[in-house]
């Protein structure tokens, strides 16, 4: 089984499209066939994110793909399919594009005639970014599951989360190695006022997690046992893990 990293940021309820809108910032917008509506609240927004159903917590039916789309539907998850974009000065960023391309490059050699290889090479902005995707994201508006479907209550139901899940191996090793793709998801922790925010490596070993953004700052990489554990207990083992000064 490959690797299969996620970016978790939990958030209050209330800033959450705002929290979509600061991620719609750093995403490549592909067109109108890549735009979803969603509401939250009563309030409606369009995102450069392609739609890909939703998941019952469990058994019940999958909602409605009519937009706009009810993202606070009670025991669901909604999932979408988008590419942001990250510094390509960046080594991990750069290695990564590199690799892609040498990819995309090898298979249009095998057949030329097939210009939709083109379409595949990474696109670039103007500000020296370069979009890396499929990243998966997943959006909560129900925590009383866990991902692993498990019935909990230590969120309380004013918190919500966004996932963003690696696609690939290759992907997972850039999102715990690349500072660029750490400042991205500092940046849109801060922006949309995070409360919490970890890499989940819970594939791997040992499985565990890394805090970048608790309470309002950004943490340096302190390493708690596991990415869905309750706030409390993630203060606790960030606070353990800090020096005595």
Not at 28 to 54: K, M, N, Q
Not at 94 to 107: D, H, K, L, Q
Request: with cysteine.
């Amino acid at each position: 089984m490959g690797l299969s990293y996620s970016y978790l940021v939990f958030m209050e309820r209330a800033k959450f499209l705002d929290a979509l809108q600061t991620v719609a910032a750093f995403a490549e917008d592909t067109g109108p066939d890549a735009r979803t509506a969603v509401a939250l609240c009563g309030r409606a927004i369009t995102l450069p994110f392609a739609y890909s159903g939703s998941a019952a917590l469990p058994d019940l039916d999958p909602v409605s793909y009519e937009a706009p789309i009810a993202l606070d539907t009670p025991r669901h998850t909604h999932g979408f399919r988008t590419s942001l974009f990250f510094e390509e000065a960046d080594e991990a960023v750069a290695s990564y594009v590199e690799g892609w391309t040498r990819g995309v490059r090898s298979e249009w050699k095998r057949d030329p005639t097939n210009a939709a290889f083109q379409d595949w090479l990474p696109p670039r902005d103007d500000r020296g970014r370069a979009a890396i995707g499929y990243i998966y994201l997943t959006v909560w508006t129900d925590l009383s599951y866990d991902e692993d479907l498990e019935a909990r209550d230590d969120y309380g139901p004013d918190l919500v989360l966004l996932q963003f899940t690696a696609a690939t191996s290759d992907m997972s090793r850039l999102f715990e190695e690349s500072a660029a793709v750490r400042r991205a998801f500092v940046s849109h922790a801060a922006g949309c006022g995070a409360v919490c925010g970890l890499l989940d490596r819970r594939n791997s070993d040992p499985g565990d997690a890394v805090v970048f953004w608790l309470d309002g700052r950004e943490h340096q990489g302190t390493v708690v046992s596991r990415a869905w554990l309750p706030l409390d207990e993630i203060r606790r083992q960030v606070a353990a893990a800090a020096p005595d000064v």
